[in-house]
């Protein structure tokens, strides 16, 4: 029997290089038609199996990801409510960002389902005795929860530690790290780095040698490190990134506990979003989403369209959570594992983000560690120059958010509609290091336009 393809013949890369110089009548086929990424990876406008040949395997369950909804608890009953309606309506998955320890955890816990969904925490502090309280609820309901404490993001994000009895952060992870099986301790807020501009590369080599700290100091890690990631818009190489990070995870953790394994917690970026034409928000969140998915998330928070300047609120939570289901449910999104396999480009980023990435790990180790260069303030200075390239290109008109730096609706008002203030905020205070700021690209362009309104 004859195939199809059959009656064609194979063409080499070369023959379909000639072919497209020959097209581009005259143009260079390098300037033209070769783009370079902010991670100085060149992006060609084909690829195929020669492309592929160092590529690794990467396993990715796209099956498995489960509708996550963040909940902020001030009030438990409040927050139960909201939590019970979330996972009626598709929520899979719930995290609680908590302030404080007068927060009624057990209480919190007892009055859900937790054999049927996952739990994640964002502790703005780190309590011994507040953990064992979750360790204990989920044992007795044989519950998957997670507490995400990442002392160290704390020290990079805020610029002091979490404030403790013990010596010092990671005496406390120690002993909580002896007293819990039934719940995972750590997390490492790779949200962070990409949130304030750093390239992929970055987020990448920064996040696991951020989480080589906590291998090298905790003595007993049995359950999986979750890493807090977010992502942007460049749908392929969001992808890859994941990708690379889970493959580079696995390499690394091996040399610790072969059965250590990891958690991608993913939510769309904040840096790309915008205060006006915030509808396009939602366009931007479900690329994002895509891209989380196919890279191998295990849960996905999605960000609300208006979150950088309304308040949590049903409509806005709503439709987050429905973007998801719509991927989910009527997409078929979760039907395939592993669904990059056989994309010769995705294999190709990937390859290449996991090859630099490891590459700058292994400086960073060679040069004193994460923490070393956290306090000198390396990492800050690293990641506050991509960030100053990535913005003089907005500034520049050469990336482009539509509604914001091109296609502007000049009628758009939003002063009015601020519950939120969506900028940096700065206040003076006395930190052990200088820490690393979130900044959205649109900033200082929206500033312009409140003052002209």
């Known amino acids: 029997m004859k195939h199809l393809f059959d009656e064609f013949d194979p063409l080499s890369t070369k023959q379909w290089k000639q072919k497209i110089q020959f097209e581009l009548d005259g143009a260079d086929y390098n300037e033209t038609l070769i783009w370079n990424s902010p991670e100085d990876i060149k992006v060609k406008p084909f690829y195929d199996k020669e492309d592929c040949i160092k590529s690794f395997p990467v396993l990715t369950t796209a099956s498995a990801f489960k509708i996550c909804q963040n909940i902020f608890v001030f009030d438990e009953n409040k927050s139960i409510e909201r939590a019970l309606d979330s996972i009626a ?34 502790l703005k502090f780190i309590s011994i005795d507040f953990v064992k309280k979750i360790e204990a609820i989920s044992k007795q309901k044989n519950g998957t929860v997670f507490c995400n404490l990442d002392p160290i993001g704390q020290l990079a994000k805020d610029g002091n530690w979490f404030t403790t009895s013990d010596k010092n952060n990671f005496d406390t992870l120690n002993l909580l ?6 719940t995972s301790l750590i997390s490492i807020n790779a949200s962070l780095y990409q949130n304030a501009g ?32 977010s992502v942007g818009t460049n749908y392929f190489f ?47 969140t479900t690329t994002e989403c895509m891209s989380a998915i196919l890279g191998g998330a295990d849960t996905i928070a999605n960000l609300p369209y208006d979150a950088l300047y309304h308040k949590d609120n049903e409509f806005g939570d709503r439709i987050a959570r429905n973007q998801l289901l719509i991927l989910k449910k009527e997409s078929y999104f979760d039907k395939v594992n592993n669904p990059s396999d ?11 983000l996991a090859e630099k990435s490891l590459a700058l790990f292994k400086n960073i180790e060679a040069n004193g560690g994460f923490l070393k260069q956290l306090n000198e303030g390396i990492i800050k200075r690293k990641i506050q120059e991509s960030a100053d390239a990535e913005q003089e290109l907005f500034d520049s008109g ?56």
């Open 89 to 122: 309506r598709g929520a899979e998955s719930l995290r609680f960002t908590i302030e404080n320890e007068s927060i009624n955890v057990v209480k919190l816990l007892d009055n859900l389902p937790l054999e049927e969904i996952t739990i994640h925490f964002h």
């Open 177 to 182: 790290s002896k007293q819990t099986t039934a």
């Open 198 to 229: 750093a390239n992929m590369v970055q987020q990448i080599a920064y996040s696991l040698a951020h989480a080589n700290e906590y291998l090298n100091r905790i003595e007993v890690i049995n359950q999986p490190l979750v890493f807090e990631i």
């Open 238 to 284: 969001e992808i890859a990134k994941l990708r690379a990070f889970r493959l580079l995870f696995n390499l690394i953790a091996k040399e610790y506990n072969p059965n250590l394994s990891c958690h991608l917690l993913v939510s769309p970026t904040k840096r790309n979003k915008t205060l006006y034409d915030y509808n396009v928000n939602m366009l931007r």
């Open 342 to 352: 056989g994309s010769y480009y995705i294999e190709s980023i990937t390859t290449q």
């Open 398 to 453: 050469k990336e482009v958010l539509l509604g914001t730096n091109k296609y502007q609706n000049k009628n758009d008002k939003m002063k009015q509609d601020l519950e939120l203030f969506p900028f940096v905020k700065i206040k003076a205070r006395k930190t052990l290091i200088t820490p690393i700021i979130e900044r959205r690209l649109a900033e200082k362009l929206e500033q312009e336009r409140l003052k002209q309104e």
